[in-house]
C-alpha cells in the first residue's frame, strides 16, 4: 500500500461517521455486538417494568382516594387481573424489586462481558503491532522513535478497546431513551414528541464543542507520543546527562512539554464539561414546559402526570451523559485511526521473507562485488570477502568505513544493492532467512541487556535452553565466576539495561546469549573491547578451541591486535572494499 493510499484511508476514517461506526462495530462478530448491545437493552426493559410500577403500588395503596383513573395504572390491573393475579399492593412491590435486581444481574453480567471484549480487542491490536513491527524491514524500524512505538501498544491500542465500548453505550442509551419515550407517548404523545424534540435539539447543538473537543485531542495526542519518546530517549541516555550535569535543562524541556499537555488537557476537560452544563438549562426548561402542558393545559391524572414525570427525567439522565461519551467515543477512535495508521504502515514494511531453501553451511561464505549504501551515499562497493567455515576471519579498519554494514548484510538485515552473498553457493535471497539466522551468534558493539534475570538474559526466553546450557556458555564466555558471586546466582535481575554490572561483565553475558544456542557462525562486533587484556585474552583462546573442536565459525570485527593474531585470515577494509593480508602476530599486552 503507497503512502497517498494510506492517508486517503486515514481521510476516509477521518471524515465519515457511518464508516466510523461501522469500522468500530466490526471489531467484534455479530453475535458480540448483540449481546453487548441487547444485554443493556434488556437491562433498560427490566428497569423500565420497575418503574412503571411505583405509580400502580400508589395506586392499590389508596384505591380509595384516586379511584384508579390513571391510564397506566388501568392498563396494569387489567394485564394483572387477565393473568389472574391480584392488583396488590404486596404483589406489585416485589414486581418492582424483581424488576431492579434482574435489571441490576443483566447489567452487571454484560458489563464483565464487554470487559472481557474490550481487553481482547486492545490485547489483539498489541500482538499485531508488535508482530508487524518484528517483521518490518529493518531500515523501517531503526526509524522509528521509541516514544511513538511505546505509546502505540499502551494508550493507542487500549483506546481501540475503548471505542467499542463507547459505542455501544450510545446505542443502548439511544434504545433505552427510545424505550422510555415509547411509553411515556402511551400517555401523551404531545409530550413525547416535545421531549424527542428538545432532546434531538440538544445533542446536535454543540457540534463546534464537539469538534473543538476532537482537535485538543488530536493535539494532546501528538504532544504525549512527543512526551513519551523524549522522555524515552532520555532515560535510555541518562547517565551521561546526569554524569555531566544536564539534567536541570532536560527537566525543563519535560517541564514545559508536560505545561503544554496540561493545556491541551484542559481544553478537552472543559469541552466536555460544557456540554453537560449547558444541558442542564435546556433540561429544566423541558421539565417545566410539560409539567405545565401536563397540569393546566392537559387533562391528565395525577398518577399519569407522575409517571410521566418519572419517564422524562429518566429518559433525559440518559440523554444527558450521551454527549460526553460521544465525545469519548470520538477521541478514542482518533486514536483508534492513528493506530490503525500505525499497522498500514508497518504492514507495508513487511520484510522480505527469503526463499524456502533451508541454509547448509559447511564450506564457506562468500560476498561477490556487494555493492550497499544508505540513500544515495554507498558503504560497500563491490566487496569481495570469503569466510571459510571452521575458521576465524578478522575484519578491521576505520570506523564508518562499512565493517558493521557488512554484518547486518550477512544478516540479512540489508539486501545489497549489487553482488551476491552466497551460503555453501546458494545466494542468501534464496535462503529461509529466519532459518539462516537461527544459525547465527550475534554480539553487537553496544550490549542490550533486559530488566530481568541473569538466565533469562542469557536464554533470551527460549523454552529449549536449559540451566546447564546457560551455565555452559556462561563459563565459555568467562562469565560463570562472576556469576557465582551474585546475590541471586542465575536468578539475579540485572537492572535497567543491565546497569547493575560492570561494562565488561555486560560483554561477557552477551558473548554467553550468543553461544548458548550453539551457533555455527559467530560474529563478534567489537565484542572485547571493553575487557581487560586477560579476560580477552581467555575468550579468544577458548574461541579457538571451539572453532577446532567443534567446528564453529567466527567473523570478528575488531581494532583488538588479539583477534587479528588468532585469526585464520585478517580483511582491512578500504573505501568499501577489501584487502586480504596475512595474520600479523602482535604480542598481548600483560595483564600485570
Not at 285 to 310: E, R
Request: proline share 4%; charged share 20%.
Amino acid at each position: 500500500m503507497s503512502r497517498d493510499e494510506r492517508r486517503n484511508n486515514a481521510r476516509k476514517r477521518d471524515g465519515n461517521w457511518h464508516q466510523a461506526v461501522m469500522q468500530v462495530l466490526r471489531l467484534v462478530s455479530l453475535r458480540q455486538r448483540f449481546l453487548v448491545i441487547g444485554g443493556l437493552f434488556v437491562a433498560s426493559m427490566f428497569e423500565l417494568l420497575g418503574l412503571t410500577m411505583i405509580i400502580p403500588l400508589l395506586a392499590a395503596a389508596t384505591m380509595e382516594v384516586h379511584g384508579g383513573k390513571g391510564a397506566i395504572t388501568n392498563a396494569i390491573r387489567k394485564g394483572m387481573e387477565s393473568i389472574g393475579l391480584p392488583f396488590d399492593p404486596l404483589l406489585i412491590l416485589v414486581v418492582i424489586v424483581v424488576g431492579f435486581c434482574l435489571k441490576a444481574a443483566v447489567t452487571i453480567t454484560t458489563m464483565r462481558y464487554v470487559t472481557d471484549i474490550v481487553a481482547s480487542i486492545s490485547n489483539a491490536f498489541q500482538v499485531k503491532l508488535l508482530r508487524n513491527l518484528l517483521s518490518a524491514r529493518w531500515s523501517f524500524f531503526i526509524r522509528q522513535p521509541l516514544g511513538r512505538l511505546v505509546h502505540a501498544t499502551g494508550s493507542e491500542a487500549a483506546a481501540v478497546g475503548e471505542s467499542f465500548f463507547s459505542l455501544a453505550t450510545v446505542l443502548a442509551s439511544i434504545l433505552q431513551a427510545a424505550l422510555f419515550l415509547t411509553v411515556a407517548a402511551l400517555i401523551s404523545w404531545k409530550l413525547a414528541l416535545l421531549a424527542m424534540g428538545i432532546g434531538f435539539l440538544m445533542f446536535f447543538s454543540f457540534g463546534r464543542l464537539v469538534r473543538s473537543s476532537r482537535k485538543a485531542a488530536r493535539r494532546h495526542r501528538a504532544q504525549m507520543r512527543q512526551l513519551a519518546g523524549n522522555f524515552t530517549d532520555a532515560m535510555i541516555g541518562i547517565k551521561p546527562i546526569r554524569a555531566m550535569g544536564r539534567t536541570e535543562r532536560f527537566g525543563r524541556l519535560f517541564e514545559a512539554d508536560a505545561r503544554g499537555i496540561a493545556q491541551t488537557l484542559r481544553a478537552r476537560v472543559i469541552s466536555s464539561e460544557y456540554v453537560t452544563e449547558m444541558q442542564e438549562p435546556v433540561i429544566g426548561v423541558l421539565l417545566a414546559i410539560s409539567f405545565y402542558y401536563a397540569t393546566q393545559a392537559g387533562s391528565m391524572h395525577p398518577t399519569d402526570v407522575m409517571i410521566m414525570a418519572i419517564l422524562l427525567v429518566r429518559t433525559i439522565s440518559i440523554l444527558s451523559p450521551l454527549q460526553r461519551v460521544v465525545l469519548k467515543f470520538i477521541q478514542s477512535y482518533d486514536l483508534y485511526c492513528s493506530l490503525v495508521s500505525l499497522l498500514d504502515e508497518t504492514a507495508a514494511a513487511a520484510e522480505h521473507a527469503g526463499g524456502s531453501t533451508p541454509p547448509v553451511f559447511e564450506c564457506d561464505i562468500v560476498f561477490e562485488r556487494v555493492t550497499f549504501g544508505y540513500g544515495e551515499r554507498l558503504v560497500l562497493r563491490d566487496l569481495d570477502l570469503v569466510i571459510p567455515h571452521g575458521s576465524i576471519t578478522a575484519l578491521v579498519g576505520p570506523s564508518g568505513i562499512g565493517k558493521s554494514t557488512t554484518v547486518d548484510l550477512l544478516a540479512g538485515l540489508y539486501q545489497p544493492l549489487a553482488g551476491h552473498i552466497r551460503i555453501d553457493g546458494v545466494d542468501l535471497r534464496e535462503l529461509d532467512l529466519q532459518r539462516w539466522r537461527h544459525m547465527l551468534g550475534y554480539v553487537p558493539q553496544e550490549v542490550t541487556l533486559f530488566h530481568d534475570s541473569v538466565f533469562r538474559n542469557v536464554s533470551l526466553w527460549e523454552d529449549g535452553a536449559s540451566e546447564a546450557d546457560v551455565i555452559n556458555a556462561l563459563q565459555v564466555a568467562g562469565a560463570w565466576p562472576f556469576v557465582c558471586e551474585l546475590p541471586g546466582g542465575l536468578g539475579q535481575v540485572l537492572g535497567e539495561r543491565g546497569h547493575r554490572l560492570s561494562g565488561g561483565q555486560r560483554q561477557r553475558i552477551s558473548i554467553a546469549r550468543a553461544l548458548v544456542h550453539r551457533p555455527k557462525l559467530l560474529i563478534l562486533d567489537e565484542a572485547t573491547t571493553g575487557l581487560d587484556p586477560q579476560t580477552e585474552a581467555e575468550i579468544c583462546e577458548v574461541v579457538r578451541r571451539l572453532c577446532t573442536d567443534e567446528g564453529l565459525t567466527v567473523l570478528a570485527i575488531s581494532h583488538q591486535p588479539a583477534w587479528q593474531r588468532i585469526a585464520d585470515r585478517v580483511y582491512t577494509m578500504v573505501d568499501g572494499t577489501t584487502v586480504q593480508t596475512h595474520p600479523v602476530v602482535v604480542p598481548l599486552v600483560s595483564a600485570g
